[in-house]
T-cell receptor, first 112, second 115 residues
């Protein structure tokens, strides 16, 4: 399996909701990432997990909470989001920190 | 931190022409430089990458060159086809330390190939 998968594909949530985004890879990669991408902009790094430990948090607001239950799974828990958080959320994985990063198809999030 | 500048922001070519996209980076410690292609509504896809110990790499119609002294790298696409139309992002990263795995992206180039 050479793919990164993400669920759901689309998510609409209110500002008081709690939801989670899921990412899965079965390539044996040891690093996993969350990115946020706004329209016509490059992906913006949010979090990096290395060997299931959080290694980088790019000063992301606490309403985004990442979790890495095991080496194949990465979650992003969402709570009390703002409309400006509406974006495409991309997950990626790589063998190591300086290796090719493979992206999932993303979750299109709309906060109403 | 690292800063990556990418030019041009838009590029329009005729089918069969060549296209060149250029990026400069600021941190001399960066040693890995991937290029991603992103079609509308799709995920970024790695198309080619280069490491700092190599000056040039080619894969069929795509090539990347790296000038470490000048801190710039370029993507060259020859014999362009309409299916090459997409947004292209360059990126830079360094191995190890507190920047482990951190890709810094350029702002992107919208490439349009006219049939």
């Amino acid at each position: 399996d050479t793919e990164v998968t993400q669920t759901p594909k689309h998510l609409v949530m209110g500002m008081t909701n709690k939801k989670s985004l899921k990412c899965e890879q079965h390539m044996g990669h040891r690093a996993m990432y969350w990115y946020k991408q706004k329209a016509k902009k490059p992906p913006e790094l949010m979090f990096v997990y290395s060997y299931e430990k959080l290694s980088i948090n790019e000063s992301v607001p606490s309403r985004f909470s990442p979790e890495c239950p095991n080496s194949s799974l990465l979650n992003l828990h969402l709570h009390a989001l703002q409309p400006e958080d509406s974006a495409l959320y991309l997950c990626a994985s790589s063998q190591g920190g300086s290796d090719e990063q493979y992206f999932g198809p993303g979750t299109r999030l709309t906060v109403t | 931190g690292e800063n990556v500048e990418q030019h041009p922001s838009t590029l329009s070519v005729q089918e069969g022409d060549s296209a060149v996209i250029k990026c400069t980076y600021s941190d001399s410690a960066s040693n890995y430089f991937p290029w991603y292609k992103q079609e509308l509504g799709k995920r970024p896809q790695l198309i080619i990458d280069i490491r700092s110990n190599v000056g040039e790499k080619k894969d069929q119609r795509i090539a990347v060159t790296l000038n470490k002294t000048a801190k710039h790298f370029s993507l060259h696409i020859t014999e362009t086809q309409p299916e090459d139309s997409a947004v292209y992002f360059c990126a830079a990263s360094m191995s190890g330390g507190t920047s482990y795995g951190k890709l810094t992206f350029g702002q992107g180039t919208i490439l349009t190939v006219h049939p």
